[in-house]
């Protein structure tokens, strides 16, 4: 229901991390105007400035402070996703400028959040009260978002659409702060992630992507990941679709011939392998050696041909050696990758490896880094070549 009195209340999202922030930020846009407020391309001109943020390095954290503290209580300020949910109320404690404070499972409440504060403004504080938390809302609780959030109709793009499968992750990859921020594994019903994408076939779009934190993991009442791609490449006007992101222990050869079979399906894989050393991968609590991978590519090069593989290497994560470092720039020779991410190990709170001891200094980290990503670029040129 349309709110009138805030018909005028103009609002500016700057999304940081990985498309599961930018749909959430889609979701965050279309909860917003259905409340009757206007979206704006320019924080310049916004009242409301939220950051829907990422936690999955530490220099992606720092860069949202730095421009949180750039506003100077110049416009209601809402730190939103991952961040808010490690944060939680002690980011007012950071930066007392941050009005509100809200984990990616509460984002359904953001609307409600800026009437109570603007009906909040200006009140006297009760008796108590601390003057840094007057006005101040954290949601940060949340377990299950609601389904309805997804069905707004907002898209930033009018030809392509992010459709999320699954939210949160139960891996608990070592040095991954996901399943702490966006809890565990969920996988969303079938008939509503077919109902998306239909909506937004309908809407124009001809383009999909599907998301999760690891999408080949999904199952719905016995459909499968595979199957699941089955039902979406059977639906009228879809012309292209693709998937993001795929974890190397729930990867099958059902899903190679799938990608190889259907035809609207893109034949891409990015499949993160992260290290070539097998103690190291174990640290990682990965669930998979460096034989099992390369077996794993070795197949789908097989039944994709002419496929595209991608993935992410971490260099410097804490106790690595000389020797695993090259073991690592020697997969990257083995597996070819098209192309590949590479990440400097950055210690997350909460995480089993930020209790391991970051022996490495950043001079260091930073040698092995460019190294690896000489040798990726050679590689990726090669490829293109």
């Keep these: 229901m349309i709110n009138k009195a805030f018909t005028n209340k103009k609002v500016f999202i700057k999304t940081f991390g990985c498309q599961m922030n930018v749909r ?10 259905k409340a009757g407020y206007q979206i704006c391309d320019s924080d310049k001109e916004a009242d409301v400035v939220i950051f829907n943020t990422c936690s999955v390095r530490q220099h992606a954290e720092d860069r949202v402070w730095s421009l949180i503290g750039s506003y100077k209580g110049s416009k209601i300020i809402g730190l939103v996703g991952c961040m808010a949910q490690n944060h939680k109320q002690q980011a007012f404690c950071r930066d007392p400028s941050i009005s509100f404070v809200v984990g990616p499972q509460d984002i359904d409440k953001i609307p409600h959040i800026l009437l109570r504060l603007s009906r909040n403004k200006g009140q006297p504080l009760k008796s108590g009260d601390s003057p840094l938390f007057q006005s101040k809302i954290w949601e940060t609780d949340g377990q299950v978002r609601p389904e309805e959030i997804y069905h707004t109709g907002f898209l930033q793009d009018k030809e392509h659409a992010y459709v999320v499968i699954s939210e949160g992750c ?3 990859c070592s040095y991954c702060v996901v399943p702490y921020v966006r809890g565990p594994l969920r996988h969303r019903k079938l008939k509503d992630i077919l109902r998306e994408v239909q909506d937004a076939l309908a809407g124009g779009v001809t383009k999909v992507t599907l998301l999760g934190q690891n999408v080949n993991a999904y199952c719905d009442d016995g459909v499968n990941f595979a199957k699941l791609l089955e039902k979406v490449n059977g639906l009228a006007g879809l012309q292209s679709f693709d998937f993001f992101t795929s974890h190397p ?4 050869l ?29 640290l990682m609590n990965r669930g998979y050696s460096v034989k099992d991978y390369l077996v794993l590519i070795d197949s789908y090069r097989k039944i994709v041909k002419g496929g595209i593989l991608t993935s992410d290497i971490i260099v410097g994560f804490p106790t690595e050696t000389d020797e695993e470092f090259e073991q690592s720039c020697g997969l990257l020779k083995k597996a070819g990758f098209n192309a590949a991410y590479i990440f400097k190990y950055s210690p997350r709170p ?12 950043m001079e260091e980290k930073e040698g092995r880094h460019k190294k690896i990503l000489d040798l990726q670029r050679g590689i990726s040129n090669k490829l293109k070549g």
Excluded at 254 to 277: M, N, R, Y
Excluded at 350 to 361: E, I, K, M, R, V
């Design 24 to 33: 959430d930020s889609e979701v965050i846009c279309g909860l917003l105007k």
């Design 170 to 172: 139960s891996n608990f």
């Design 249 to 252: 222990k729930d990867t099958s």
């Design 254 to 282: 059902e899903l190679f011939k799938a990608i190889g079979g259907l035809d609207k399906l893109t034949k891409t894989l990015h499949l993160p392998v992260q290290s070539g050393s097998d103690r190291i991968l174990k």
């Design 350 to 361: 909460n995480t089993q490896a930020a209790g391991l001891s970051d022996s490495l200094t």
